[in-house]
């Protein structure tokens, strides 16, 4: 994964001082392949690993998260700004009906989209209404009647036996249609070609013309790839667009197509369908499609849940005390429950690469015995904390009372933590003791 790479490259930066320019160029590289393989288009990659490299450079080395997670930290902040940086709402028409057009090739999932987002908008109290305007293959409108039945709304098809009919009229008449029911949203499905092409581009913004859409949203098969950029540039020259809708989410697509597609056209990603079913569809996260473009989901919540802990005060004081071996209970405390704030346990330990082979042990994890302790140690006054020595039998009486454990917990932890001290005060002599030479008793 992207993240063992940049771990590998960035494998002997501590975290002290800034990223170097050669560790940057080194990551970059990482990051270029990375999106690359998740189907970005080039020109896009560059531009966007340019404004990385920019960011990477006036970055501090982070002392909660180690240098790879720092940079990931970074690509994947760029990548959700981009993706969802002008995220805005649908425009409803003051004078209803909105009218909502949906362009796209065939196959992009247009006429499965309009069921959708018609069950979407009567979820939120609207009354929607599908418009057949797919006049091109014979079994256009009667995929949308079922499309529309499935969702529970109806469908304005042209009268059978008209010969084939003008989309253009149907729409017009779509919209009247639905003045008179008092539709509040008229969702029209057009017909599309398997490639780009003139008549298609012609019969769109004809239709787009006729109603004035107050969104125009281009659909879009996740799955094409790079070939997303060309064909959302002849849709934004042809018809225009104001927003895209990415489908088939559900499929291995890494998602690079709605980078490329959000890059090139500077229209925002609004929807995403994820599956066949009515309710495979979700309004879009930029946050998740970045996850799944860098191909690290969990990584990313785990730096999250980090850097949330992580008070970098506290882990500097920390880090001295332990140069020292001045470690007290009460830092002991603190650290612990900095890193019980991420979560349980087993749920972190879950999120990290390779956890599986872990699963056994994790099952026979007790965390109880983890509140046990901090019950203990904040059952101790400050002086005790700071002193454990102090902690004699009557004391150890006055805990156990207090935090509901046995004495011999308590035992068990004050010599467990003597042990752990002089451990560091061992480790602390072996390095020439840190922290500025405090004094050590
Ligand atoms: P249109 O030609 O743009 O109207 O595309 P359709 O709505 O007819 O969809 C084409 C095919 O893709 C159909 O078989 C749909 O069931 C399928 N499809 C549409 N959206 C999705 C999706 O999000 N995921 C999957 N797996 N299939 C989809
Ligand atoms: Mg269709």
Not at 62 to 86: D, H, M, R, T, Y
Not at 348 to 374: S, T
Not at 376 to 383: E, F, L, N, V
């Amino acid at each position: 994964t992207l993240s063992d790479r940049l771990t590998a490259v960035l494998k002997n930066l501590r975290g002290k001082g800034r990223l170097s320019d050669a560790d940057i160029d080194a990551t970059a590289r990482e990051i270029r392949i990375a999106l690359l393989e998740a189907d970005v288009a080039l020109p896009v990659v560059r531009s966007f690993i340019a404004g990385i490299k920019e960011r990477a450079k006036g970055a501090e080395v982070s002392q909660a998260l180690n240098p790879a997670q720092q940079v990931i930290k970074i690509v994947n902040e760029e990548l959700v700004g981009i993706l969802g940086g002008e995220t805005r709402r649908l425009q409803y028409a003051k004078n209803p009906p909105t009218v909502v057009l949906l362009a796209g090739l065939q196959g992009s999932g247009k006429t499965t989209l309009a069921g959708k987002l018609a069950r979407w908008f009567a979820d939120q109290g609207q009354t929607p209404m599908l418009a057949a305007c797919d006049l091109q293959r014979p079994n256009a409108v009667t995929q949308l009647q079922v499309v529309g039945e499935r969702a529970g709304v109806s469908v304005f098809a042209p009268e059978p036996g008209n010969g084939v009919g003008d989309p253009v009229d149907v729409a017009r008449r779509s919209i009247e249609e639905a003045q008179r029911s008092q539709h509040s949203i008229v969702l029209i499905d057009t017909a599309g070609r398997l490639g780009v092409d003139e008549e298609m581009m012609q019969q769109a913004s004809d239709i787009r013309d006729a109603v004035t859409p107050d969104e125009t949203l281009f659909v879009v098969d996740a799955m094409i790839g790079q070939d997303a950029v060309s064909t959302a540039e002849a849709f934004r020259d042809g018809v225009g667009f104001s927003g895209v809708v990415l489908t088939k989410l559900d499929g291995d697509a890494r998602g690079g197509a709605a980078l490329s597609v959000r890059h090139v056209t500077g229209q925002p990603i609004m929807f995403a369908s994820n599956g066949e079913k009515l309710e495979d569809f979700d309004v879009f996260h930029p946050d998740r499609m970045a996850s799944r473009i860098l191909g690290m989901g969990d990584v990313l919540t785990l730096i999250e849940q980090a850097e949330q802990a992580f008070d970098e005060n506290q882990a500097e004081q920390a880090a001295q005390k332990l140069g020292t071996g001045e470690l007290t209970l009460e830092d002991f405390l603190e650290q612990m429950q900095a890193v019980r704030r991420m979560g349980p346990l087993q749920n972190l330990i879950g999120m990290l690469p390779g956890a599986n082979q872990m699963k056994d042990q994790l099952a026979n994890f007790d965390e109880a015995h983890l509140d046990r302790v901090q019950a203990i140690i904040r059952g101790m006054t400050p002086a005790e904390r700071a002193d454990p020595k102090i902690i004699n039998a009557s004391r150890r009486q006055r805990i156990a009372n207090g935090s509901g454990v046995r004495i011999s917990d308590i035992n068990d932890l004050v010599s467990r933590f003597f042990e752990a001290r002089k451990m560091m005060q061992q480790m602390a002599g072996q390095f020439g003791g840190g922290g500025g030479g405090g004094s050590r008793k």
